[in-house]
C-alpha cells in the first residue's frame, strides 16, 4: 500500500482530499493528520512519526490561512506556514510532496494570473505562501497547486468562504462585500478532484487550479442569497477605496489553462456549480 499523508485534514480542502481518495482499491492508504494527532510545529515529533511511518506522498494543505490571524503575529504565520513547509519538504526531498498555495501570491493588479507571472504578494498570509513556495521550488519532485476562494463543507463549519457568509447571515449580520475585489471561486470537492487527477499523472512544477469564472465579493454574495432565500441574507455594496485595513489584492483570478489541459474534466465556474449541485449543502 502506498501511504499518504495529508496535513490540515481538520480543514476544508484537507478533509475533502482525504474523503475522496481513491482508497484501498488505488492500494492508497490515507493518513489524516490533524493538529490533534500531529502537531507540525513539534519538528521532533514530525520526523519521529515520519520514519516510523514513511509515507510515499505528503500533501501538505495545513497552514495558519485566517489574514486577521497572519497579520496579527506574523511570527506565528511565518513558521506555521514557512517553517513546517521547509521541514515537510526536507523529509520529502526524494518523495512527491503536494503544495496547496493561493492567489494571493499576487498583487491583483492585472488578473487572469498564469503560473509563470511574477508574484508580488500584499499581505502577511501571502508573503508567507509566495516563500514557502521558494522552499518547494528547489525540488524538482514536488507540486504547488494555487487554487483561490474554496468553499464546501468543512469539519469545523466556519473554513469554506460559503460557510463564513452562511454562518454572519444566521447571526442576522449585514455584510459588506466588495463589487471591485475579484477572485475565482471553486467547490473544494473540484478542487480535490484536480489535485487527485495530477498526483496520479505524476504532475510537478506550479499548477492553477480555480473555478472558470472570475466574481466580486459582491456577486458571491448574490449568487449566495438567493441559493438561501430562508436565512433572509443581508448585503450592502462596498469599494476597495474604502478599505482602511490591510492591502487587498484586487483581481488575483487564476489562469487555469495548463491545469485543464491535463485534466479529465472542465473545471466549472461558481455559477455552473451551484446550478448544477441545487439539492447539496453548500
Request: with cysteine; hydrophobic share 45%; proline share 6%.
Amino acid at each position: 500500500m502506498k501511504t499518504v499523508w495529508i496535513t490540515g485534514a481538520g480543514g476544508l480542502i484537507g478533509s475533502t482530499l482525504a474523503r475522496t481518495a481513491p482508497g484501498a482499491a488505488h492500494e492508497l492508504k490515507v493518513v489524516a493528520l490533524t493538529r490533534d494527532r500531529l502537531d507540525l510545529t513539534d519538528a521532533a515529533a514530525v520526523r519521529s512519526e515520519f520514519h516510523r511511518q514513511p509515507p510515499q506522498l505528503v500533501i501538505h494543505c495545513a497552514a495558519l490561512s485566517k489574514s486577521p490571524a497572519c497579520e496579527a503575529n506574523p511570527r506565528l504565520a511565518r513558521n506555521l506556514n514557512v517553517g513546517v513547509t521547509a521541514l515537510l519538504a526536507e523529509l520529502a526531498a526524494e518523495i512527491p510532496l503536494v503544495f496547496l498555495s493561493t492567489d494571493l501570491v499576487f498583487d491583483g493588479r492585472a488578473g487572469n494570473y498564469a503560473e509563470e507571472a511574477a508574484v508580488n504578494p500584499l499581505s502577511v498570509y501571502a508573503e508567507t505562501k509566495a516563500a514557502a513556495e521558494q522552499v518547494l521550488r528547489a525540488n524538482p519532485r514536488h507540486l504547488i497547486v494555487r487554487t483561490s476562494l474554496n468553499g464546501g463543507r468543512s469539519p469545523t463549519g466556519d473554513r469554506g468562504f460559503n460557510e463564513q457568509i452562511r454562518r454572519a447571515w444566521q447571526a442576522g449580520q449585514t455584510l459588506s462585500l466588495f463589487t471591485d475585489e475579484f477572485r475565482s471561486p471553486i467547490s473544494a470537492e473540484v478542487t480535490a478532484r484536480a489535485i487527485w487527477e495530477l498526483v496520479a499523472q505524476n504532475a510537478t512544477g506550479v499548477y492553477h487550479v480555480a473555478g472558470s469564472e472570475k466574481l466580486s465579493r459582491w456577486q458571491i454574495g448574490r449568487l449566495l442569497a438567493a441559493r438561501w432565500p430562508q436565512l433572509q441574507p443581508r448585503f450592502e455594496a462596498a469599494s476597495l477605496k474604502d478599505h482602511a485595513g490591510a492591502p487587498r489584492a484586487p483581481d488575483t483570478s487564476l489562469n487555469c489553462a495548463k491545469a485543464q489541459a491535463r485534466l479529465s474534466f472542465r473545471l466549472p465556474g461558481l455559477t455552473e456549480w451551484l446550478s448544477s449541485h441545487p439539492g447539496e449543502v453548500f
